[in-house]
């Protein structure tokens, strides 16, 4: 039972980790958003000699920011996707060299079992 509690902890623990990941992920991109909005709209302004060349540039200003936007989700998402493969992989090696070692300790005890027979 003690074991279950401590699993159950352990598991409440990395949820919220996760989340904790994914509101880092969406912080950096509502950052990002407001920032672009904010900054590009006042470099329109200056830029921008009539309401026309306003209207075109405000949509390709829009286009650049779906295309940045998604650039930015890829590489936020890419990166975490690649630190739990590593975590992984150094899970699966730690499990390895613990079942070597197990093997070993089990050989040797066989033989320290096989040596005490001899003795008596």
């Known amino acids: 039972m003690g074991r279950e509690k401590a699993n159950k902890k352990h598991d409440n623990r990395n949820s919220s980790r996760y989340k904790n990941e994914a509101l880092v992920i969406v912080m950096k991109y509502g950052v990002f958003g407001v920032l672009w909005i904010l900054l590009t709209d006042k470099f329109l ?3 921008a000699g009539n309401f026309q060349i306003y209207k075109t540039i405000q949509s390709y200003k829009g ?3 779906v295309l940045i936007t998604m650039i930015l989700v890829f590489y936020l998402i890419n990166k975490k996707i ?7 992989n150094e899970a699966l090696n730690a499990y ?17 079992v096989y040596q005490d027979n001899l003795i008596k």
């Open 45 to 47: 302004e200056l830029v």
């Open 63 to 65: 286009w650049l920011f």
């Open 82 to 88: 690649n630190l739990i493969q590593n975590a992984k």
């Open 96 to 112: 390895e060299e613990l079942r070597t070692l197990n093997n070993e300790q089990l050989e040797l005890e066989k033989t320290l």
